[in-house]
């Protein structure tokens, strides 16, 4: 767009280096002062005895890949929206940073603590490991916004970036995406991590302590030694190219940005947008277009004056009329403003044949898009400092665009997962980053897992519980309804708690630590537990209990726990059968019958001292064996030790990690369903960290209660889903249509995860020759098939290497090892 060559060349003039010719590696550094809050002064502005001040924002990126056409539209008018609030120069900056690998696995990695389970943290490590070097790991990608005023001082400038923030702050609120402002020392933290590619983590500038010591920032920031060549910069440990998109096609895929910087290299993509004031703009526009009517008209009148009566004007007038008015009713009706706009590129490579390789790729995705980039010749080091996120513009190769042209420009991609102290789940399908999330950091840490039979539920949650036990001090409970968590525990030397008329493993359900209850606390035990024994009352005569009832449970409650507070002994069923039946009335009478088959008939598992292990990390509650009348009461009795048992972990400062399996059961149960709604709204402030596990979504959300704990999750994985459950699930927790191809048909271990407002495509998978597979999985099929490969194994290992090992015995006896 060539119309406007003569109309704002002040605008589009680029601001002389602070150096035209430096002498030393310092003054390359185009900063003049800095400030602990993050404004910086950057230059002057010649003729005036004002100043340039800039400040950095970093921005999160947000779904835009995954988003179907109508919600991208609705992100590139928001988008659109902001760039028309801006009216101040602004840089976009997307940096692909150097990711310190040391530090990412210091946080991901399992740290092993050289007991029987370093064998299964080995594994987790190597499957970690191996997606780290499948993905773009080595390269860590930062959004920044920095804008630039021109002020008298610094106080001045500083007034205003707090006016703008808060149009900033409300823009980027829309977009779902966070921005905060980075203070002085982050700001060089970020210059000093380009120019010290691979030692990031020797920056210990501190701008205040420099103060008091009079030390000089650039120092900490330069290189010992930088190269401007015609076409390249190099210094001690890399080679540099700056580029710029010299020609733009008439029409730009929203796509074209992502393109480069997705490119799994160290690079940096600089946005510089500089707002043409509208009264300029209305006035320079009607200035133009008077212009091109007058040249028309004069040339109407020459061709009358040689009898040349054609009313038609010449081709080159009829597109620049025709061009202008189309921008003229753009800014008029259709809210554009005009921005004059450059893109530069810097790429980063360790020699001089892979930044040509780099080079040859980046002019390749332009070619493609009919963009033209080329090479910043003899500017090198203007356009390094302009594409750096300091806030100076030192390169002249700006042209007109209206604000939907540079919207095109979209710095967004797809969220990522990246939570330090988290669990590991998987990479996300976009990017091909590690994901981790930490459900600690949440407003609650509750969360839903949903996927039809075979779509890897159960094995999810079983790599998640297999983290927590070996990267953790958390404890971890399952209750499982089908009995397949026996073999993890079993494996992590768990506690298995198998509920039936048979069983030989007893939970008391009046257990109390009466050994360190005071007086206060005795009435808080006397509070928690008539309210359990009204529960499992209220089951046993269905639902008829009154006042009446009420009082006399209370009433015997009170004096079991004050006899046995006094004798610190922690009392049975049968301590509260005998009460309940020397009281006089016949309510009393009647319930001690109905509790008869629990104390003293053949149902009396919850008659006995808790004989489990309480204090075991990994507890597995086996219901598949309860029979109709014993089911609603152990689950009462399940439910209130799962309950203290979180409580007393909150106490301790630790965690309990709650998953429940084929949750759907409990919910059918009025009582059970209300235990399971109270966990979730309460266990929040004792760290309990309730999972639901399910198949379809459509039965749940039928039910009231499942409705309220999905509305109080903030994790929710959907793995493999019908339509169906899919379309429902979506309305409920806030999934796209465009997000859903990722769980419709999906193979098993990938899907979606929510954390937050995290919203990712994740796979999980990992290879079926692991022990960790063999361990977690759940498919039948699958497990007689590597059973019969097993033993044929065995069986061939037997007949051809078995005289080999007796004779080879004598010779290893000597040596010791240690397998991982």
């Known amino acids: 767009m060539g119309l406007f060559s003569d109309g704002f060349q002040e605008l589009k003039k680029a601001s002389e280096p602070l150096y035209k010719a430096p002498k030393s590696v310092q003054e390359t550094i185009e900063i003049m002062k800095v400030a602990e809050n993050g404004i910086f002064e950057v230059g002057k502005v010649r003729g005036t005895n004002f100043s340039r001040y800039s400040k950095c924002y970093r921005f999160s990126d947000i779904n835009y890949t995954t988003t179907n056409e109508e919600e991208q539209i609705d992100i590139f ?63 860590l990608q930062e959004r920044y916004l920095t804008i630039t005023v021109e002020r008298k001082n610094f106080e001045e400038a500083k007034a205003q970036f707090a006016t703008i923030e808060a149009t900033v702050h409300k823009a980027f609120g829309e977009l779902g995406a966070e921005i905060v402002a980075l203070s002085g020392n982050e700001r060089l933290k970020v210059l000093h991590d380009f120019y010290h590619l691979g030692n990031e983590a020797d920056f210990e500038f501190d701008i ?26 190099e210094d001690e440990g890399k080679f540099c190219r700056a580029l710029f998109i010299k020609k733009y096609p008439s029409s730009l895929s929203d796509r074209f940005l ?49 009898n040349d009566f054609s009313s038609e004007i010449s081709y080159a007038k009829r597109t620049e009329k025709k061009e202008i008015e189309g921008i003229m009713d753009d800014v008029r009706e259709n809210d554009q403003c005009l921005f004059y706009v450059a893109v530069t590129i810097i790429i980063v490579a360790e020699s001089k044949e892979e930044l040509e390789s780099i080079t040859e790729t980046v002019e390749t995705i332009g070619k493609r898009n009919s963009v033209s980039i080329d090479t910043h010749f003899l500017k090198q080091r203007e356009a390094l400092n302009t594409a750096l996120p300091i806030g100076v513009r030192q390169v002249e190769t700006m042209r007109s665009m209206l604000t939907q042209s540079v919207a095109v420009l979209l710095p967004f991609n797809v969220q990522e997962m990246n939570d330090m102290g988290g669990i590991y789940y998987g990479i996300n399908q976009i990017s091909k980053n590690v994901n981790v999330g930490n459900r600690k950091k949440l407003l609650n840490g509750n969360g839903f897992v949903f996927g039809v039979p075979g779509s890897g539920k159960s094995f999810f949650c079983k790599q998640g519980m297999g983290q927590v036990f070996l990267n953790t001090n958390d404890d971890v409970i399952v209750i499982d309804p089908m009995n397949e968590y026996f073999d993890i525990a079993k494996t992590f030397g768990g506690a298995i708690v198998n509920m039936s008329a048979y069983t030989k493993n007893y939970v008391n359900p009046l257990d109390a630590d009466l050994a360190h209850t005071n007086e206060k606390g005795i009435r808080d035990v006397i509070a928690d537990k008539s309210e359990f024994m009204l529960g499992i009352c209220d089951q046993l005569l269905g639902s008829t209990l009154n006042q009446k009832h009420h009082s006399i449970i209370d009433r015997c409650v009170r004096e079991l726990y004050m006899r046995a507070f006094k004798t610190r002994k922690v009392p049975l069923m049968t301590d509260f059968y005998h009460i309940l039946k020397s009281q006089t009335e016949m ?80 919910l059918n149960s009025e009582y059970s369903a209300t235990y399971l709604q109270q966990l979730w709204k309460k ?105 019969r490969a097993g033993s044929a194994c065995q069986a061939e290992d037997y007949e051809t290497d078995g005289e080999d090992e007796i004779a080879d015995g004598s010779a290893a006896q000597g040596n010791s090892w240690l397998i991982y």
């Open 77 to 139: 008018e928001r988008y659109c929206k902001f760039l028309n609030s801006m009216d101040c120069a602004f840089k976009i900056t997307v940096n692909n940073k150097n990711r310190d690998m040391g530090q990412l696995r210091d946080y991901i990695l399992l740290p092993y603590q050289y007991d029987a389970y370093d064998k299964f943290r080995k594994i987790y490590n190597d499957i970690i490991e191996e997606k780290i070097r499948e993905g773009r790991q080595g390269t």
């Open 208 to 233: 205040k302590h420099a103060k008091k010591v009079g030390s000089d920032f650039k120092n900490d920031l330069c290189n010992g030694m930088v190269k401007y060549y015609p076409d390249h910069i």
């Open 258 to 306: 992502n393109e480069i910087t997705s490119l799994p290299v160290h690079c940096i993509t600089s946005i510089d947008v500089v707002p043409i004031p509208k009264d300029i703009t209305t006035r320079v526009l009607q200035k133009k277009y008077l212009g091109i009517e007058s040249d028309i008209i004069k040339q109407q009148r020459v061709r009358n004056k040689n």
């Open 587 to 666: 309510e009393a009478q009647e319930l001690a019958l109905c509790l008869e088959l629990f104390v003293e008939g053949s149902l009396n598992i919850f008659n006995h001292h808790t004989n489990v292990d309480e204090d075991n990390r990994f507890t597995v509650y086996g219901i598949q064996d309860l029979g109709t009348q014993l089911a609603p009461v152990a689950m009462l009795v399940m439910m209130e030790a799962i309950q203290s048992r979180i409580i007393e972990n909150g106490k301790k400062g630790r965690a309990t990690w709650l998953y429940v399996d084929e949750c759907h059961v409990l």
């Open 683 to 787: 266990v929040r402030k004792q760290g309990g960290l309730c999972t639901g596990i399910s198949q379809n979504v459509t039965d749940l959300l039928q039910n009231y209660i499942a409705s309220t704990l999905i509305s109080n999750s903030e994790f929710i994985t959907l793995l493999k889903q019908s339509n169906i459950d899919s379309a429902k699930l979506a309305e409920v927790i806030g999934v796209s249509d465009a997000q859903l191809r990722f769980v419709s048909n999906a193979p098993s271990g990938t899907g979606l995860i929510k954390c937050g407002t995290t919203v990712i495509p994740f796979d999980n998978t990992i290879g079926k020759d692991t022990d960790l597979y063999k361990l977690y999985n759940t498919n039948i099929h699958e497990k007689i098939a590597m059973g």
